[in-house]
């Protein structure tokens, strides 16, 4: 049998259940959750309120652990890591992008992007440069110097769209990056995730909205706490 790691893995769950509470007050928001993402994959994750969406995205980003069950990221079982250490794991390999653009009103767009590499053992030239770098990637390269005010909410998105490629992250995880968007910004930025989707990378949204869970390759719809289907919608 052999022991070689399978290196198109970026990360995995086994049997992964987790409880908040004890005894009769106990409530089971996962359980059971077995589940692999793939080098390459453009994956959604997609289920009505309670469907246990935001603690699989917990789980995912090494924010939370299970209370059964085990995660690996790239081959390194993360479930029984000290803080700082799942820490490491999480800026190594894990990248976030949330509803809520989180972005420092003072500074520019350049600036919100090099924030994520404040402690990066880079100077600040080459900081700058892979900022920038970033920002031309999702198409604001001629709005770098803008301030989040002077921005649209969909430009603010593809920033801190950015921001989280800037550190190369394995891993991309979106937690309802439209659901602040109209459609037509929305739609922009599914397309700029998709367009991300590369043979080293994951991309993986998280969403209640049925149409933009669509625009994924790979929809896993959740229920109750569980998995009830992972399809494949296109190659």
Request: glycine letters at 8%; proline letters at 3%.
């Amino acid at each position: 049998m052999s022991n070689v790691f399978d290196t198109s893995v970026l990360m995995e769950l086994s049997h992964v259940s987790r409880v908040y509470g004890t005894g009769e007050a106990a409530v089971w928001a996962l359980r059971d959750v077995s589940m692999v993402i793939r080098a390459g994959d453009f994956l959604s994750i997609v289920g009505p309120s309670g469907s246990g969406k935001s603690t699989m995205l917990g789980l995912l980003g090494c924010l939370d652990v299970p209370t059964e069950g085990t995660i690996t990221v790239g081959g390194e079982e993360v479930t029984r890591l000290a803080d700082a250490a799942r820490t490491r794991v999480r800026g190594q390999s894990i990248g976030f992008v949330f509803q809520q653009f989180h972005l420092i009103p003072h500074l520019d767009a350049l600036g919100n992007v090099e924030t994520a590499l404040l402690y990066r053992s880079l100077k600040p030239a080459e900081r700058k440069e892979r900022a920038m770098a970033s920002l031309e990637r999702v198409g604001l390269g001629n709005r770098s110097d803008h301030r989040p005010v002077q921005l649209s909410g969909g430009e603010q998105q593809r920033v801190a769209l950015a921001r989280a490629l800037v550190t190369e992250p394995k891993i991309l995880l979106a937690d309802e990056p439209t659901g602040a968007l109209d459609s037509k910004n929305a739609a922009n930025v599914m397309d700029i995730l998709s367009s991300l989707q590369a043979t080293s990378r994951a991309v993986v949204v998280v969403t209640h909205d049925a149409s933009i869970a669509n625009s994924a390759a790979r929809k896993i719809s959740m229920l109750d706490g569980g998995i009830v289907r992972d399809e494949i919608l296109r190659q």
